[in-house]
């Protein structure tokens, strides 16, 4: 099945869930979802390294438990919607526990490459955002990284989570990055920004270019200087390949307990004026 069928189902069983639990404004309550559903959750007693959280089943009986290794509420609301996913997404519990009963851990990594994990990342993302919600809001709030910061306040998620949530509304060239210190980690594009012609895609572990805002905020946080956002400009092709001379707003955030950094890079001008006289 293809990732856009995958994400589709996801986000019907998220409007189900919504729709039957009487939820419709931000912020979502996932808690009291599972509560609804009788599915007990709690503080997971042994932390394992990379784990976010897990769901347990014990014949028809179902738990969460999340990790609090980060103090972050947005990501623990996030682990256990995704959690709530493996429960409500038709198919994912009889995969899961094949066998009947046992526990299946989620490791928490946004862009995961296990088809079932990222199913559960869709439906996380759109029971906690709501398609008619956010597609409204993000019109109340500005472009770039002040908007998705806005957003991640008002729908109680992340910055992470809302930013790759963003990217999928936006409907200017932007592409949200988040790297370590010398590498990108992932890249997710607009729509807009897909539609370049001749632009390669970011990989996972292209190394970031010295030029961009990016590169320099973690060289900083690298020498050990306090160091949490940079705005600058770069130039499309600093990111993609084979890019079209395009010079883009960067803006940068380093997310304290992650050792990661997002950024945010965009352009509000008319792309195709942009693509048809390059010196304008
Ligand atoms: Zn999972």
């Not at 046992?102 to 029971?127: C, I, N, P």
């Amino acid at each position: 099945m293809s990732d856009k069928l995958d994400q589709n189902e996801a986000e019907a069983a998220a409007a189900r869930v919504l729709k039957d639990h009487c939820q419709s404004s931000p912020p979502i309550d996932p808690f009291t979802i599972a509560s609804d559903a009788h599915i007990h959750v709690c503080v997971m007693q042994t932390q394992e390294s990379g784990v976010a959280g897990c769901l347990l089943r014990v014949g028809n009986e179902f738990g969460i438990q999340y990790s609090r290794s980060l103090p972050n509420e947005g990501f623990i609301r996030f682990t256990v919607a995704h959690e709530l996913g493996h429960y409500f997404i038709p198919g994912h519990a009889e995969r899961l526990f094949a066998n009947g009963d046992g526990m299946h851990k989620s490791r928490g990594e946004l862009a995961s490459s296990d088809r079932l994990e990222r199913q559960a990342d869709f439906f996380a993302s759109s029971l906690l955002m709501p398609a008619d919600q956010f597609g409204k809001a993000i019109w109340r709030v500005d472009l770039g990284l002040d908007g998705i910061v806005h957003l991640a306040d008002l729908f109680g998620t992340s910055l992470t989570a809302t930013a790759i949530n963003y990217a999928k509304y936006a409907d200017v060239p932007l592409a949200i990055i988040v790297s370590n210190a010398k590498a990108i980690e992932y890249c997710i594009m607009s729509e807009s920004l897909k539609s370049i012609p001749s632009l390669g895609w970011a990989k996972k572990g292209d190394p970031l270019s010295r030029t961009t805002a990016t590169y320099q905020l973690n060289e900083r946080v690298t020498a050990g200087e306090r160091c949490d956002r940079r705005d600058g400009v770069c130039d499309l092709d600093d990111w993609f390949e084979g890019a079209p001379e395009v010079e883009m707003t960067e803006e940068v955030l380093r997310l304290g307990g992650y050792g990661k950094t997002l950024t945010v890079i965009y352009t509000d001008e008319d792309l195709d004026e942009l693509l048809a006289d390059p010196d304008e």
